[in-house]
T-cell receptor, first 116, second 113 residues
Framework: GAVVSQHPSWVICKSGTSVKIECRSL??????MFWYRQFPKQSLMLMAT?????????EQGVEKDKFLINHASLTLSTLTVTSAHPEDSSFYIC????????????FGSGTRLTVV | KQEVTQIPAALSVPEGENLVLNCSFT??????LQWFRQDPGKGLTSLLL?????REQTSGRLNASLDKSSGRSTLYIAASQPGDSATYLC????????????FGKGTKLTVNP
């Protein structure tokens, strides 16, 4: 089955530093990757959609300069949280799809970011 | 704008019970519908994917149905086990080609031994 690997699973960083999260599709080529944020006891909030080789499309209210997304290949997308602050602490999850979502969506295991 | 609602928000049942989780959506023009489970602090695990042209899908003790015209889907879990305890999320795929998923808020299931 389709597998998406997300790293790191958790990270603690100091306020003002940047953190990069990787999302890889291991056994399929992901034409589209998605980044979500999840607050405690809430559902997923879509942050942005990225297609390989093109700029990410951000959802309303998401700061593109703070959350940098790069989708350099069909198997790798990265989310960089720049100049992180405590309010950026959250659970970030990526997902990947192929052929326009025909085969559904596969999610990574998530990254718990804590900014101190 | 598509909205997805899941009822109930939480459910607690004794082990062995059969149960039904409900999902409703406001726009019937969907591409597909997917059920996921999420364990605390973990990512999402796909359970069942139903294409818009399908009526149901089955995997083991799980059966998901889809009634597009009424905007409803149900996830049936047979002979529930404590290991089934998790949050179950229903997500609808957009037919418009954006590939976006719209999620419900989930049903938190607790199966008591």
């Amino acid at each position: 089955g389709a597998v998406v690997s997300q790293h790191p699973s958790w990270v603690i960083c100091k306020s003002g530093t940047s953190v990069k999260i990787e999302c890889r599709s291991l056994d399929f080529q992901a034409t589209t990757m998605f980044w979500y944020r999840q607050f405690p006891k809430q559902s997923l909030m879509l942050m942005a959609t990225s297609n390989e080789g093109s700029k990410a499309t951000y959802e309303q209210g998401v700061e593109k300069d703070k959350f940098l997304i790069n989708h350099a290949s069909l198997t790798l997308s990265t989310l960089t949280v720049t100049s992180a602050h405590p309010e950026d602490s959250s659970f970030y999850i990526c997902s990947a799809s192929r052929q326009g979502g025909l085969y559904g969506y596969t999610f990574g295991s998530g990254t718990r970011l804590t900014v101190v | 704008k598509q909205e997805v609602t899941q009822i109930p928000a939480a459910l607690s049942v004794p082990e062995g019970e059969n149960l039904v989780l409900n999902c409703s959506f406001t726009d019937s023009a969907i591409y597909n519908l997917q059920w996921f489970r999420q364990d605390p602090g973990k990512g999402l695990t796909s359970l069942l994917l139903i294409q818009s042209s399908q009526r149901e899908q089955t995997s083991g003790r799980l059966n998901a149905s889809l009634d597009k015209s009424s905007g409803r889907s149900t996830l049936y879990i047979a002979a529930s086990q404590p290991g089934d305890s998790a949050t179950y999320l229903c997500a609808v795929g957009d037919q418009g080609g954006s590939e976006k998923l719209v999620f419900g808020k989930g049903t938190k299931l607790t199966v008591n031994p």
